[in-house]
């Protein structure tokens, strides 16, 4: 690919990244206390498509994610914070990275995640109930890692995320919910992981992704919305996994996501100029993994891992 729009700022988005750990008592740090488990991920799986995890101290960070560890079987955001369905993706995929998905509790950790798959097939965030479809995509996705799939009833799972689909092949959160290109990324990536794909209709979902494209090479979530570098993410990933994602310009997205850089301080923004956050600047460095940038480790569009990490889970190599 011909990258004319300028260069990743490797080193720089390193320091940025590194640098948020000395930091917990900015506006940042303190905002996001709840959900530190995801920072956390976010950060740490940059680092390695970069190429550059070996910049922390793993133990350190296995000590810390054990901490959230809750007696229930889930995980929670941070230490002395409530589990939930969304942090303990999260710590899963942390310990996947350092290949130390050994010192979990599989049962005990499936158990948990089984126990929040409801009746019609759904499942809920945490014990207050919430239904989504994110937390279907987390607990197929979570369970699969885990190699743990046998625990739910996934033929309900299917079910009930097919029946979130709309009328212009996208997905919903919850059914007749509108469609939004981070619910579809969920739910595709439930339906790849489970092997049911052929529900559905690739084209007609397929042109509503690609529909998401602005002029200025960014995707959008939804009609008439702005671009987001997070939607390098969820809309190229859904994409790849139905086979449709030469159907956008990918050399315009690319230059978008690059021009979203901060390129005296690392990190990337939502949109050029704005601030950056670990949030944009892993969905940003993911994107143009995807995108084949030179020098990026590939990532898995269904689990969100590099895909080493997911050879050595599935298949025991690298």
């Not at 000395?22 to 940042?28: I, N, R």
């Not at 130390?100 to 097939?121: A, F, R």
């Not at 992981?193 to 690609?210: R, V």
Request: glycine share 10%; proline share 3%.
């Amino acid at each position: 690919m011909d990258l004319l729009s300028g260069e990743l700022e490797v080193e720089k988005h390193v320091q940025y990244i590194l640098s948020l750990e000395e930091k917990k008592d900015s506006l940042e740090s303190v905002a996001m206390d709840y959900l530190r488990m995801n920072g956390a991920y976010w950060g740490l799986t940059t680092l390695d498509l970069l190429g550059k995890l070996g910049t922390v101290d793993r133990d350190e960070v296995i000590s810390w994610v054990m901490q959230c560890h809750h007696e229930s079987g889930g995980f929670a955001g941070n230490v002395g914070h409530d589990p939930h369905i969304l942090y303990t993706l999260s710590a899963v995929q942390v310990l996947a990275l350092f290949d130390k998905l050994d010192v979990l509790d599989i049962d005990k950790l499936s158990d948990y995640i089984s126990g929040l798959q409801n009746e019609d097939g759904s499942f809920s965030g945490d014990i207050w109930g919430e239904v989504d479809t994110r937390f279907s995509y987390i607990a197929i996705c979570c369970l699969s890692l885990l190699h743990q799939l046998d625990k739910i009833n996934t033929e309900k799972a299917v079910e009930y995320i097919v029946s979130c689909q709309n009328l212009d092949g996208g997905f919903g959160c919850t059914p007749g919910g509108e469609s939004h290109a981070g619910q579809i990324f969920c739910c595709v990536g439930a339906l790849a992981i489970t092997g049911c794909l052929h529900h559905i209709n690739k084209d007609l979902l397929g042109w509503w992704l690609c529909e998401r494209q602005v002029k200025d090479g960014g995707l959008n979530g939804r009609p008439e919305k702005l671009p987001d570098v997070c939607y390098s993410w969820w809309v190229l990933s859904s994409l790849i996994m139905i086979d449709r994602v030469h159907w956008i310009d990918k050399e315009k997205l690319a230059g978008f996501i690059l021009d979203c850089q901060d390129k005296e301080n690392g990190g990337i923004s939502d949109r050029p100029n704005d601030a950056v956050d670990v949030y944009h600047t892993y969905f940003g460095v993911a994107g143009l993994s995807h995108l084949e940038y030179p020098g990026l480790k590939a990532i898995d569009p269904a689990y969100a891992l590099p895909v080493d990490v997911i050879n050595k889970i599935f298949f025991g190599r690298k």
